[in-house]
């Protein structure tokens, strides 16, 4: 079976964030044999690591890229790409960590009440999943996630 391959490209606006949550679901639901709580937890992910880039390290005329990779039977991969400041190297290894989160200012990040990408990163790990984060400080950031279909 071949894969399937959808990306999409939208402003970084959180106007767009619901089509997005509802294109995730019915992916999930209609394309792959995940279940339906998995298509809900695939939403949540997908919809906090955009909330992420919007509220954090974007800018306006940023954009974000969502790609969807369905491999039949194997796995599952999403990516979410930003092209607004990064992280910095430093910093990268932290960004999964609870209570983590951007400074405001957004030029440095340091302690704080964030929870998403921890939750993002258990959620993930309960179906032996893997996330990962990748970053060129000023250029943008990739979160890359992967979920092994299990039957």
């Given at each position: 079976n071949q894969p399937v391959r959808i990306s999409i490209t939208l402003p970084t606006n959180a106007y767009f964030l619901s089509g997005i949550r509802d294109f995730?679901?019915?992916?999930?639901?209609?394309?792959?044999?995940?279940?339906?709580?998995?298509?809900?937890?695939?939403?949540?992910?997908?919809?906090?690591?955009?909330?992420?880039?919007?509220?954090?390290?974007?800018k306006v005329g940023d954009e974000i890229k969502l790609t969807y990779v369905y491999f039949p039977n194997d796995s599952i991969v999403i990516e979410v790409e930003d092209s607004g400041i990064g992280i910095d190297k430093s910093e990268l290894k932290r960004v999964f960590t609870k209570f983590y989160q951007v400074n405001t200012n957004n030029d440095r990040f340091?302690?704080?009440?964030?929870?998403?990408?921890?939750?993002?990163?258990?959620?993930?790990?309960?179906?032996?999943?893997?996330?990962?984060?990748?970053s060129k400080y000023n250029k943008g950031s990739k979160f890359i996630v992967k979920i092994p279909y299990i039957k």
């Open positions: 995730t679901l019915s992916f999930i639901r209609n394309t792959t044999d995940f279940t339906e709580q998995w298509a809900y937890r695939f939403q949540y992910v997908v919809d906090e690591l955009c909330n992420n880039a919007i509220e954090y390290v974007s340091s302690e704080g009440t964030g929870w998403g990408l921890y939750i993002c990163k258990e959620i993930i790990k309960k179906h032996n999943g893997k996330i990962r984060a990748e």
